[in-house]
């Protein structure tokens, strides 16, 4: 058995390096695309073997305003995750808790709420958030992201909060706690694995989020980062070097974040994974 160790992690590693190469070959390919000018026709697995062409960059952020899409899909993101981590954990604590027929069906219904594609409710959610005078605002696509981040968030936060013991609940409301001093004190700081996976998961979407805010935020001046990436693609013409130069700005905010904060975001996700 001890002979069969090796091959194991020669093939785990193997593996793992194969997925690493899929993972960061969009990446070099962006990468070569960014750094050619508009007439070099060589291959996008080479690099550019004349100069390197700058001006991509330059393209991206004064055509493509990709510097205020950037700072315009950051609000967005932080106060709708902050939004649905709040509001999902509040929302989950009852219906983890009190298990009576009607949180259950009310659950099940929030689940359903996550097969409904969001295209689908294009057209009423436009005209509703016309006539609250909320198209083109920061406020107005907030809320759509937040109410369509909620059921997923909501149903892991119950899962997670359900797997918790409620002993420790019950000796601190037998000391007197309240029942807001149980949730903040108690239930709170035992929520960090499936925060880090909620975080996760609703600042990804929400970055890089395009169907409907390309409807929402219409006006250049408070686009999102897809949408404005999007256009340097048309049936004329298209700027591949300018949008892969864009596409590589995007992601420099997203790789800060995550190399500051992954510390936390991998402690939470084995803690979540050992629960």
């Given at each position: 058995?001890?002979?069969?160790?090796?091959?194991?992690?020669?093939?785990?590693?193997?593996?793992?390096?194969?997925?690493?190469?899929?993972?960061?070959?969009?990446?070099?390919?962006?990468?070569t695309?960014?750094?050619?000018?508009?007439?070099?026709?060589?291959?996008?697995?080479?690099?550019?073997?004349?100069?390197?062409?700058?001006?991509?960059?330059?393209?991206?952020?004064?055509?493509?305003?990709?510097?205020?899409?950037?700072?315009?899909?950051?609000?967005?993101?932080?106060?709708s995750?902050?939004l649905?981590?709040?509001?999902?954990?509040?929302?989950?604590?009852?219906?983890?808790?009190?298990?009576?027929?009607?949180?259950?069906m009310l659950?099940l219904?929030?689940?359903?709420?996550?097969?409904?594609?969001?295209?689908?409710?294009?057209?009423?959610?436009?005209?509703?958030?016309?006539?609250?005078?909320?198209?083109?605002?920061y406020?107005?696509?907030?809320?759509?992201?937040?109410?369509?981040?909620?059921?997923?968030?909501?149903f892991?936060?119950?899962?997670?909060?359900?797997?918790?013991?409620?002993?420790?609940?019950?000796?601190?409301?037998?000391?007197?706690?309240?029942?807001?001093?149980v949730?903040w004190?108690?239930?709170?700081?035992?929520?960090?694995?499936?925060?880090?996976?909620?975080?996760?998961?609703?600042?990804?979407?929400?970055?890089n989020?395009?169907?409907?805010?390309?409807?929402?935020?219409?006006?250049?001046d408070?686009?999102m980062?897809?949408?404005?990436?999007?256009?340097?693609?048309?049936?004329?013409?298209?700027?591949?070097?300018?949008?892969?130069?864009?596409?590589?700005?995007?992601?420099?905010?997203?790789?800060?974040?995550?190399?500051?904060?992954?510390r936390?975001?991998?402690?939470?996700?084995?803690?979540?994974?050992?629960?």
């Open positions: 058995m001890n002979d069969t160790r090796p091959l194991g992690r020669i093939t785990i590693s193997v593996l793992v390096a194969l997925v690493l190469v899929v993972q960061l070959v969009p990446f070099y390919v962006t990468l695309t960014a750094l050619k000018p508009r007439t070099d026709r060589s291959s996008s697995w080479l690099f550019p073997q004349g100069e390197i062409a700058w001006e991509n960059f330059a393209t991206a952020i004064e055509d493509g305003h990709v510097l205020t899409a950037i700072m315009n899909t950051a609000i967005v993101t932080v106060v995750t902050v649905i981590c709040v509001i999902a954990a509040a929302a989950a604590y009852p219906l983890a808790r009190r298990t009576t027929i009607g949180n259950k659950l219904g929030i689940v359903g709420l996550m097969m409904i594609p969001p295209l689908a409710t294009l057209v009423p959610l436009y005209t509703l958030l016309r006539d609250m005078g909320a198209l083109n605002t406020w107005g696509l907030i809320l759509v992201m937040v109410a369509g981040g909620l059921p997923l968030a909501i892991l936060y119950a899962a997670f909060m359900r797997s918790l013991p409620i002993s420790m609940e019950e000796a601190a409301r037998v000391d007197g706690a309240s029942q807001i001093q949730l004190q108690i239930v709170v700081p035992t929520l960090k694995p499936v925060t880090a996976t909620v975080i996760i998961l609703s600042s990804v979407g929400v970055w989020e395009f169907a409907l805010s390309n409807f929402i935020l219409a006006k250049p408070t686009r980062i897809a949408p404005s990436i999007s256009t340097f693609f048309s049936a004329s013409g298209s700027n591949f070097g300018a949008a892969a130069a864009a596409s590589l700005l995007a992601v420099l905010p997203v790789l800060i974040a995550y190399l500051f904060l992954q936390q975001f991998i402690a939470g996700m084995v803690a979540g994974s050992e629960k």
